[in-house]
């Protein structure tokens, strides 16, 4: 609260300035004060801003209970609001220039992040009006696509109106990609084929204006795409009920693997990461489960898709906890995780032994509930034919 209360300090301080000035009589004339060094005073704020974040990043990890660490994320946010509404006032005394593109981007880095509201969409709007063809514009997309309706409206400018190829293609990209996010919350089939209709036409666009452009997770838009469009194929079938998609990892040995090499096994598919902490509370009931399953020679495994950065970390990680069944590593941008559509961690879906997706979890639904599901499903594979 400290932060707010300076910033309320200020605003009336600035108010009063405003009022005196207007009392002056009109012949009182001073000289014109010239303007501040703006590109100075943004990194002075910029400056000022990490050290109080950096500080305020350790107070957050030292914290022991959940009322402190919410008391420190509210903090965050009034420094995240404070330091945009700051930064904003330098954007808008030239907003044209590099030092207010430079100030609209410290906003959209650091209060999008922190749950900015119309201080985003006033950023956003100066980038849109003065900054469209800013190649640095493409690195602030990913945040861009997340502000909403200004957002929205920011990337259907630049896909019209941009002349540099990137940008143009990177607006394509992301309207692409927040198409595809709103196929999650839709139920409707004709909706959802509507929706992937659309999504499937700005991404095509998007890979045939600028195919070799890297995107921030480091891929080309052409191999971003034609991964985006591949899972938007086997989104139909990935419903509980359908075959799940044969879609093909990498195993720890680097060996190429397909789901459909599991077939005449129930299959817990788990798409985590080792910094997942309901990911890691997990193991211990997964690693019994399948203790039992082996010893009794049931039809049954685990297969856990890691999404962490590096391979290495996931081997570290077995080396203190064991989980002695099937393996792949997809990394932080993989195809498996694209596929499935994967939007938190864990993502569970439970597959029986003729590969028709039974059940999908978003987050663990609980050890009981998971092992109620494979029991009836093993069950089932074990059923003599015929």
């Known amino acids: 609260m400290r932060l707010l209360c300076a910033a309320a300090v200020s605003l009336a301080l600035g108010l009063f300035v405003a009022v005196a000035d207007d009392k002056k009589p009109a012949d009182d004339k001073k000289p014109a004060e010239p303007k501040s060094d703006r590109a100075a005073d943004l990194a002075k704020l910029q400056k000022k801003f990490d050290a109080a974040f950096a500080d305020l990043t350790k107070q957050f990890e030292d914290a022991k209970t959940p009322a402190a660490r919410d008391s420190v994320r509210v903090e965050a946010r ?23 593109f430079d100030a609209a981007a410290f906003v959209l880095e650091k209060a999008g992040n922190l749950g900015g509201g119309k201080e985003i969409e006033t950023a956003v709007g100066i980038i849109a009006e003065h900054h469209l063809n800013n190649p640095k514009v493409k690195s602030l997309m990913p945040v861009i696509s997340r502000s909403g309706a200004s957002g ?3 990337l259907k400018a630049a896909a019209e109106k941009a ?13 692409g990609a927040a198409a595809v996010d709103q196929i999650e919350d839709e139920e409707d089939a004709k909706e959802v084929a509507k929706i992937i209709a659309n999504a499937t036409q700005y991404l095509e666009k998007a890979a045939k204006e600028a195919p070799d452009a890297k995107l921030p997770s480091g891929n080309t838009i052409a191999k971003e795409v034609t991964t985006q469009l591949e899972a938007l194929k086997n989104l139909a079938n990935l419903a509980v009920g359908k075959p799940v998609p044969d879609i093909a990892g990498t195993n720890l040995a680097g060996k190429t693997v397909k789901m459909s090499s599991f077939k005449g096994k129930v299959v817990l598919l788990d798409i985590w990461a080792t910094w997942c902490g309901p990911c890691r509370a997990m193991i211990p ?11 009794k020679k049931r039809p049954f495994t685990i297969l856990s898709v890691s999404c962490d950065d590096e391979q290495e970390t996931l081997t570290k990680f077995f080396e203190k906890e064991e989980m002695p069944w099937d393996h792949w590593f997809d990394g932080k941008a993989g195809n498996v ?6 939007r938190a961690f864990p993502t569970l879906y439970l597959i029986d032994h003729e590969g028709v997706i039974r059940e999908k979890w978003v987050g663990s639904p609980g050890n009981e509930k998971i092992a109620k599901a494979v029991e009836e499903l093993v069950k089932e594979a074990e059923k003599p034919k015929g």
């Open 152 to 154: 929205e409206k920011f």
């Open 337 to 342: 995780a694209k596929s499935f559509r994967v």
């Open 78 to 100: 009034e420094l995240a609001l404070i330091s945009a509404q700051s930064a904003l006032e330098i954007a808008k005394e030239e907003p044209k220039d590099a030092v207010a």
């Open 285 to 295: 009931h997964e690693r019994e489960m399948m203790k039992a399953m082996k010893e």
């Open 163 to 175: 002349t540099d190829k990137e940008v143009k293609a990177f607006s394509l990209f992301f309207l």
